[in-house]
Each structure stands twice: as structure tokens, then as C-alpha cells.
């Protein structure tokens, strides 16, 4: 009889534990349950944000700066080797030659070609026939131009020269009289370098006889501020170390605040002193 009471305890017992909800719940607070409320959202913006890849645009590779050449998984030696490269004023105009002067692996670029966008005067030299490993075939002898004589048309007639360029290179010739070097092409906004590359093979800079000069010892602030290599600053400064130290030199120019020390020698042959 005992041992049945016994059984019918544990019985009950376990009935107990098993049909019984023994969990505990502290009542939540309200701010506990405006988070509950979004969890949901939270949840799916972290699903979103793991998903997530970024959207990569067309490139020109011969641009790539240290941040974008690291984010796209270059080594800095790679990096230096393509920026080494771009310092002798060469360019890259396929993938290969991406990969031979970087020395990327091909396996990353394979991920990075799918991007590369180059100009389209490189795109026509590769279409046409004439071209072959990187030089058109010499059909016959180029002519190269002076600069300082060169209608619209002719420049127009470089890959990358459309219409508003070979008017503001004329307007820009027009406000110095004539140009004194091919580098002053790079003053000329929205001239790429590729662009001032080929145009360096069509034009050289031969006459400068129409060359505007200002008298740097007698002009006005308002007569140097209307010079195109100056402003209003730089000619009041101009001004002050004249009135400062006398007559200007050309050893002056460097020491004067403000001056653009890159362009002495090129600013220097439009001033008379």
C-alpha cells in the first residue's frame, strides 16, 4: 500500500512539473518596449547592411590615388610602381599595360579591368588599322604646328579638342598675345593631360612676337590685377614690395608672398622690368 502512495506522488509531481510554466517574467518598462517595437527594423538593417556592396564606377586607372588603390586591393608597392610610372608623363591605354607597370596579380585584375574607362581618342587609335603595339604606322610625315598660329579647326583636329576647348585655348592665346611654352596648356581648364600629351605632338611653340609684356616696375594694382597670371591679391603684394624695396628683378619675383614660384619662368617672359 505504501509503495503505491509513493508511486502516485511521483506521479503527481511530475504532472506538476511538466503541465506547469515555472518561467519568470519581469514586467518590461516602456522604454524596454519601444526598443522590443523596432528590433524587427534593427534585425533588417543589419541583415541589409551585411548584404551590402558597394556600387564601383568607370575609372581612368592612370588616376588612382593611394586611398582608391588600397580600396581596390593594390599593395602599396603597386601603387608606387603606377604613380613612379606617371611621374615621367606616361600613360597606361589598356589592362595589360596596367598590369605590366604595376604588377598586379592577374586575379585582381580580373575584378579591377571590368572598370577601366579610358579616353576615347585612345578607344579610336586602337580601332584603327593603322596602329599597331601602342603607334600609328607613318603613312607619312607628321606636321607640327606652331601653336601661336593655329586656327580652330586645327586643334579640333586633336583627339579630345571639341568645340568649347579649342575656344578657350584661342581666348587664352588672345589675352597673352601668344603663348611661350606648351606647358601653359595646363592652364587651360578642362584639359586633361592625356589630351595635352597628344596635343604636345601636334604643336610646338615657334613665334612669340605678339607676346603681351607689362612693366612690372610701373603698373598699377588695377593694371597687374588684369594680368591673366594675376589676381587682386598677388598684385597688391606686388605693389607693397615694390614700394618696399624698389625696382623689381627677376630674383625679386620669388619673394614676393604669394607668387606662384612654379610659373616664374614662364610669367617672367610676359614682363618687362
Excluded: C
Excluded at 54 to 82: C, H, Q, S, W
Excluded at 162 to 186: C, N, T, Y
Excluded at 225 to 233: D, E, I, L, N, Q
Amino acid at each position: 500500500m505504501g509503495i503505491l502512495i509513493f508511486f502516485a506522488v511521483i506521479l503527481v509531481l511530475q504532472g506538476i512539473y511538466y503541465f506547469h510554466d515555472f518561467s519568470y517574467s519581469t514586467p518590461s518598462s516602456p522604454e524596454q518596449m519601444t526598443w522590443m517595437s523596432k528590433q524587427h527594423e534593427l534585425d533588417r538593417l543589419l541583415v541589409r547592411r551585411k548584404n551590402y556592396r558597394p556600387k564601383r564606377y568607370p575609372f581612368n586607372p592612370n588616376f588612382i590615388t593611394d586611398f582608391k588603390g588600397y580600396a581596390l586591393g593594390m599593395t602599396v608597392k603597386e601603387i608606387d610602381r603606377l604613380h613612379a610610372y606617371r611621374r615621367e608623363q606616361k600613360f597606361v591605354n589598356s589592362a595589360e599595360e596596367f598590369q605590366a607597370v604595376t604588377q598586379v596579380s592577374d586575379s585582381l585584375l580580373r575584378t579591377m579591368a571590368p572598370y577601366f574607362k579610358f579616353p576615347e581618342w585612345v578607344k579610336a587609335k586602337k580601332a584603327n588599322s593603322s596602329y599597331v603595339a601602342g603607334a600609328f604606322k607613318k603613312e607619312a610625315k607628321k606636321t607640327v604646328l606652331d601653336i601661336n598660329s593655329a586656327s580652330k579647326e586645327d586643334l579640333m583636329a586633336v583627339y579630345g579638342v571639341g568645340d568649347k576647348l579649342s575656344d578657350r585655348i584661342l581666348v587664352q592665346r588672345e589675352l597673352l598675345g601668344a603663348f611661350v611654352s606648351m606647358e601653359q596648356m595646363a592652364d587651360v581648364w578642362g584639359l586633361s593631360p592625356e589630351v595635352i600629351a597628344q596635343m604636345k605632338t601636334s604643336f610646338v611653340v615657334k613665334g612669340t612676337a605678339n607676346v603681351k609684356k607689362i612693366n612690372i616696375n610701373d603698373a598699377t594694382v588695377k593694371e597687374l590685377s588684369g594680368f591673366p597670371f594675376f589676381r587682386y591679391a598677388l598684385a597688391k603684394e606686388i605693389v607693397i614690395y615694390r614700394s618696399m624695396h624698389g625696382d623689381l628683378t627677376i630674383e625679386d619675383l620669388s619673394k614676393i608672398k604669394g607668387f606662384p614660384v612654379e610659373k616664374i619662368k614662364i610669367i617672367a617672359l610676359y614682363l618687362e622690368f
